[in-house]
């Protein structure tokens, strides 16, 4: 008989090996079993469980082991539901639901680039609710709450350093717009950290301002944190202000404690090492004005913000953000393809790799909201993260493209893990996966090459600190190396220091903190102000907009601004801003300008009641306020005063055959040069249109015409346009396009163009595409690294361009005496011509400056034990090319060694030099290359070449004698042994 014993916890079979169960197991099986045939069952502390055969001992077996089996999975299962619920997916879910039970209202991420002049990138939640704060614009819900992405760029040294710094970074946030206040954000804080989120409440510390006496007593009677684990702070740990003067209040934030067993007698919230700061709550209730007193804000907000990165640490336990799920698998791919091992690297390899995993997160959203690799602005800031990626890639060993090709980049591989991970963030960046990895690619590729560069500039410094009695490299040319070309200093040193050369770090350093202040002043700062826009505001409602269906209607005017002040009563002559209660002008708003028109009222017939308002430009402000811009060219206008609004309606059809044709042409470009071409901005005029797009390179000519000819071709197919007012979600589901740069409501304007194009827009549109009549396109050009730009016409401008074109067209005919069709070969024939006797001039002025050589060899002189001949002479007005043919003339023609330098001014403004310098010369140590750069930079210029010939140049042609003399005494001391005598 074979025996089964079941214990508290290890379940043993006799005739098999230990199979070690969970109590639930033991449970389930002695259920099991006793509802069987077996005997001998005792009810002792240990249970025997006597089989009847020895048959079924394998059925038995069987059992046993489906049974564990089974317990096992139910084991993992309930690990992975643990795991899933503090992944950084579930925590955004999690986060956001929980406000959304609270009457929150769900709002998506703004772009990484704001909609707002004062601002560089997205740095906060709370940006995209900046009007709002600022009473600019109506609330549209009460209370809100997003997942914001975020870019900072000013502490970018300490990323990978430091357990916490990101670029990109993702800010949970909620907001209230003047619904609650204190005590339900902290209440429901406290309630989100450790009933949602499961965070025991003895390891929360928690601080306040030192004199918000409101907070600190919710905190501690309601909420009852312990007093010792509450701490009052200044003003500069935990008061908010926008800027100098604006919204501003206390702040009150929650800190995790790692080590809660140090106890709370002298615990410091800035100990990284014990604390990290994941929650903070800002009370906007006080604006500060400009003698630094605050006054009670009319409405007081809420604005709050947990780092997600920060959390995710905390609750998937790991020692740093970079090693959560967020972050980690980027690091783990660049790991692999470097052939390292990231749990077995030292603290230097895991920096770079923590550099790695945060810039890639940060430049694939950057390029996937449109901003392109560029030296300017936003642009410069996605080259330089792309550039430490790779430099710092090639520092821990990735070659090539990782995976095996030596000529690859790979960045594009490590996007793919990105873009993996963006589902949850932002579901558009996995649509542009074709468009960031091919930017990343041209970058990648386009920097080695910088790199390789810069090892030679590198390499030319250490030669010239070599010259030095003590030889350093300065901590400026460090500096260079390090943000143009992307050298880390520290390889810089190492490299220097092979060579005997060291580096001056104090000086790096100082150029460092530099830039470092130049980019915290100018992108790490929300301005807000609350000027006297809100007073302006009351009681004016929004404009209605009646401009779709009319182009006139009678308005009251409701208010007038001069010089930005509120005035009731302006006289003939007045610059004038006047707000309407309804109109028919557009203001401007996506890339669409502002109607022109008039406002005019004829009184009763009196020539003294009449009163025009010429309108030159209408803009939306404080929300939905149309404001009209003009000048009041006759009579007078007051508050309350009924005029008849009435729009430009030949501009207008101008602005409307532009805007339309501005959606063909994007689809027409999405069809010629791919889907993945995206808007990067748009300006729709009276005269003519302009886009710009994501590309990497120029349209060739025949993509121009495939182009033009598909929007020619459904400009004639004469489609009528079917606009309609959409939920947004449904019109993103239905395909269509937003604007680049417009902010949408849950409502939205459709427009569409029935199997062409369909996009949400504000503009006013044509009916029918026939009303645009023809388009071409007038230039294409590059603006910045992957901007391109398009400017076309349309209708009467389409007609007037062609028309001027054709009037240029047939006075070169009359000029040329040929047909339209026979210009270009008279135009080439004319070129060649002229190239022909171009090349003839430049014969004749090196013949005549070789003549004026021959005479000057007799002005040379003789010196050294060699005798050497050295001639140094100004030629005049000699051009580049013939003072380079006089140089090779007197070097061929007298004996070697010589030393030659000419110079001339050929241009007004400008200085050429020359030096030619023998074998023998060369031999003594004196390079033609150096020794003349050095001369023209009396001259206000520079130059170089080989070490035995030339050529320089210099915008200071008064400084040339002066130069020449200077080339004369140091080539005589370096080559004169004894006397110099006279040829």
């Known amino acids: 008989m074979e025996i089964l014993k079941l214990q508290n916890l290890p379940l043993l079979c006799a005739s098999s090996s230990h199979r070690r169960s969970s109590p639930a197991t033991i449970s389930c099986l002695r259920s099991y079993l006793l509802g069987c045939s077996c005997i001998n069952v005792s009810t002792n502390q240990r249970e025997y469980l006597r089989l009847p055969r020895r048959s079924n001992l394998r059925i038995w077996k069987s059992s046993v082991n489906c049974m564990a089996s089974a317990s096992v999975t139910r084991e993992k299962e309930d690990r992975n539901e643990k795991e899933n619920l503090v992944s950084g997916d579930a925590i955004r879910r999690r986060f956001l639901d929980f406000f959304a039970s609270q009457g929150h209202k769900i709002l998506p991420s703004s772009s990484l680039v704001p909609d707002d002049p004062t601002v560089f990138l997205t740095i906060a939640g709370m940006l995209q609710f900046k009007p709002i704060f600022l009473g600019k614009e109506p609330r549209k819900v009460a209370c809100a709450t997003t997942s914001q992405k975020c870019m900072r760029t000013n502490d970018i040294e300490n990323v990978g350093r430091t357990a916490r710094h990101h670029t990109f970074f993702e800010m949970l946030g909620n907001f209230s717009f003047g619904d609650y206040f204190k005590k339900e954000a902290i209440l429901w804080a406290w309630e989100l950290t450790t009933k949602e989120f499961g965070l025991p409440p003895e390891k929360l510390w928690i601080s306040v301002f030192q004199d918000d006496d409101e907070a600190f007593s919710i905190w501690r009677n309601e909420v009852g944190v312990p007093e010792e684990r509450i701490k009052r702070m200044g003003e500069e740990d ?272 100082v150029e460092m903190n530099n830039q470092r202040k130049q980019s915290q002043a100018a992108h790490n700062v929300v301005k807000l102000s609350v000027g006297n826009e809100m007073e302006i505001a009351e009681g004016i409602p929004d404009t209605e907009f009646l401009g779709y269906d009319s182009l006139s209607v009678r308005a009251v005017v409701k208010g007038i601004l001069v010089n930005g002040n509120p005035v009731k009563h302006v006289s003939e002559g007045t610059e004038v801003e006047v707000l309407l209660d309804r109109t028919p002008f557009y203001a401007e708003s996506g890339g669409q300008i502002g109607d022109n028109g008039l406002l005019y009222s004829l009184g009763d017939g009196n020539e003294k009641s009449k009163t025009v308002v010429e309108i030159n430009d209408v803009q939306k402000s404080l929300g939905n306020i149309f404001v009209h811009k003009g000048m009041l060219k006759e009579g007078s206008l007051e508050v309350g005063k009924e005029i008849d609004a009435s729009v430009d309606a030949k501009l207008r059809l101008r602005a409307k055959v532009h805007h339309t044709a501005t959606h063909l042409l994007q689809s027409a470009l999405k069809a010629v040069t791919g889907p993945e071409t995206s808007q990067a901005g748009s300006l729709v005029s009276f005269d003519r249109l302009r886009f710009d797009f994501n590309f990497h390179r120029p349209l060739t000519d025949d993509e121009i015409t495939e182009i033009e000819a598909l929007v020619n071709c459904w400009i004639s197919e004469a489609a009528d346009l079917d606009t309609k007012v959409m939920v947004l979600a449904d019109a993103k589901k239905a395909g269509a396009i937003a604007m680049f740069g417009e902010k949408y409501g849950e409502q939205v304007r459709v427009v569409e163009v ?206 040339l004698s002066m130069a020449l003399e200077r080339a004369k005494e140091e080539l005589l001391t370096a080559l004169s042994s004894d006397a110099v005598r006279s040829n």
């Open 238 to 509: 935990n008061f908010w202000n926008s800027g100098v003067t604006g919204p501003c209040g206390p702040c009150s934030e929650m800190y995790y404690d790692f080590h809660p067993e140090r106890g709370s007698s002298d615990a410091d919230l800035g100990d990284d090492s014990r604390f990290i700061e994941f929650y903070n709550l800002v009370f906007m209730q006080y604006n500060k004005k400009e003698d630094g007193s605050l006054e009670p804000l009319k409405q007081k907000n809420i604005d709050t913000g947990m780092g997600l990165e920060r959390m995710a640490q905390i609750l998937q336990n790991v020692p740093n953000n970079y090693e959560t799920d967020l972050i980690f698998p980027i690091i783990e791919k660049a790991a692999h393809m470097a052939s390292i091992s990231y749990s077995k690297a030292d603290d230097t390899t895991k920096t770079n790799l923590k550099v790695i995993g945060d810039h890639m997160r940060a430049v694939v959203y950057l390029i996937s909201d449109g901003v392109m690799p560029s030296n300017i602005g936003r642009g410069y800031v996605v080259r330089r993260l792309i550039r430490r990626v790779v430099r710092t890639g090639r520092l821990i060993g990735i070659r090539g493209d990782g995976l095996g090709s030596p000529d690859g980049a790979f960045t594009p591989v490590l996007a793919e893990t990105v873009i993996a991970l963006s589902t949850e963030i932002d579901p558009d960046v996995s649509l542009r996966k074709t468009a960031i990895v091919e930017e990343l690619k041209r970058e990648e590729l386009r920097f080695v090459q910088t790199l390789e560069r810069g090892e030679k500039l590198l390499d030319q410094f250490l030669v010239d600190a070599l010259t030095q009695e003590k030889p350093c490299l300065s901590g400026k040319d460090a500096f260079l190396l390090y943000d143009t070309y992307g050298f880390p200093v520290e390889i810089t040193a190492e490299i220097a220091s092979e060579r005997g050369v060291t580096v001056n770090m104090k000086e790096f350093e």
């Open 754 to 959: 029935p199997g062409v194009s369909m996009e949400l827009c504000g503009g006013t549109h044509v009916g029918n595409t026939c009303e645009i009549r023809g388009f071409k396109i007038i230039s294409e050009q590059g603006i910045a690294s992957g901007i391109r730009r398009i400017e076309a016409v349309a209708g009467d401008a389409f007609i007037e361009y062609i028309t001027s074109r054709d009037s240029y067209m047939r006075q070169l005919c009359t000029m040329l005496k040929v047909k339209a069709e026979n210009v270009n070969a008279r135009v080439e024939s004319v070129l060649e011509e002229l190239r022909a006797t171009r090349n003839e001039v430049s014969s004749l002025k090196s013949k005549i400056a070789v003549l004026r050589a021959s005479n000057v060899a007799s002005k040379g002189l003789v010196v050294g034990q060699n005798n050497i001949r050295v001639v140094v002479e100004n030629m005049d007005d000699t051009d580049t090319d013939a003072l380079r043919s006089a140089a090779e003339f007197l070097t061929e023609s007298l004996q070697d060694p010589v030393a030659i330098v000419l110079g001339s001014i050929p241009d007004e403004g400008k200085v050429s030099l020359v030096a030619s310098f023998s074998p023998e010369v060369v031999k003594m140590g004196i390079q033609a290359g150096k020794f003349i750069g050095n001369i023209a930079k009396l001259c206000g210029g520079g130059g170089g070449g080989k070490p035995n010939f030339a050529q320089a140049g210099g915008r200071k042609p008064e400084n």
